[in-house]
């Protein structure tokens, strides 16, 4: 929904998470409050198996209908946590990908691997209850996990022979019933925003350039059907999604730029007000933080410099749906990490937005080797130590944690040994591929973890 955050050297995406628990498995010691909680309605069929009697003879006698006493189909609420999230769990199944063992040669800017096309990946579940991890699909997908209705979607690709290193973008679906599936996009460029809340529609971004005219359109799904398609000119980014509203910016640097909100189901746009500008950039900026708490928007807005993605200025930003021209905005206050500028991280108390010490429900592995999370009003709490990157040799070969989530009392990770692919680089930008990738669920509790998953690269050990 928003975009990859880069951090200098060694980044850790951080994404709010839920409530969760986690079951037994291989336990490792210290080694390599927010909730985002919605409700799925699956129908699970009464089962009524046709039986045949036999006689002693071998005569079948047929059996009676009963298809008048057959109860109702029995509806299962099952709960989902974390949704939108690379982590997501869907009752007391936790779902994630990773990339098949022959994927983990193809390479990545920074190791940031998860949120860009990487080659094939595995769908695996996570059963809560029995503590095991098994493979529920093969497919080709990058970025994070939608649940709406009963089935999870993700950003897929399809083989492209006249160009095979140019897949076609698609919408992958899966299902226990169906598998995965993929379902065809208007354009290639389009792009999955998310599910909204209460997984109460799915959102995809349509982009094209036609007679040199920019077209951008958000198509809504609901039930894997297309129900509304909805024009949104000079559309610039999405800044949060409600349960029947998607927040978002649009404008040109000639006008400047404004915060709107459209209504999913009429299409209905209200105009929020116009965005503050920079000093430096006359281009729309950057969502770092957003929060919609079902009355107010509240994010942050931000302008970064060059290549290096260095933070240059920033705005506290606030409006209400709903109100015409509400928007609310104020300079970002300072904030500094090894003394360099950043975007300041934000909570919210009693409807303004506060400085806190980070994002709430994100996680976070600190310079020092401490994974932890941040708490509901921005502060640290530490879990374990020992997930620092360590690095082999002079060529940057490094092992490490890719990105982290927490769902619940728990923290999922994705850890990885990682080969610098000079040949890859571009400029100062490190290439790099896997060797191997492991998947962890750490305890907040213990600080012990779990490892579920280990994929290993055909050349390495």
Known sequence: MRKSKF????PVIALIAGMTACGSGETIANNEEGTNQTEVSVVTPTETPEVEAMTGEGETIETPDTTEDVEPEETVTLSVVNNNGHFVQVGDIVYFHVADVESLGKTALWAQFADQQS?????????????????AAFDFTSGGISVQGDVLYSMAYIDNLEEPDEPDVALGSFTQKDGFKTIDLSGDNDKLLGAGLNDSFLAVLHYDYVD?????????YVDGALQNTVDVEDYGDCVALGENTIFYFSGEP?????????????????DLGKLPSFDYSEWGGHIDEAIFDGNQVYFTYSIYEGTGHYFSQGFFVQAKAGEAGSIRYEDMPACEVDGEPRAAKFTVKNGQMMVSEGEPGTCEVKGDGVLGYYDEKGEWVAIAEGWESVFFDEDSNYKGVELAEKVGDYIF???????????????????????YTNVYCI???TGESTRLVHQAAPWSD
């Open 7 to 10: 951090i200098m050297g060694l």
């Open 119 to 135: 080659g094939r990946t595995v769908l695996f579940a996570y059963d809560l209850a029995t503590g095991e991890a098994k493979e």
């Open 212 to 220: 040199n005219n920019a077209i951008y359109q958000i198509h809504i």
């Open 254 to 270: 000639e006008t400047g730029y404004n915060l709107k909100q459209m209504d999913v189901t009429t299409g209905e746009i209200i």
């Open 413 to 435: 990770l994705i850890y990885s040994e990682n080969e610098h692919v000079p040949e890859e680089d571009i400029g100062w930008r490190y290439a790099y591929c896997r060797n």
């Open 443 to 445: 305890s907040i509790k």
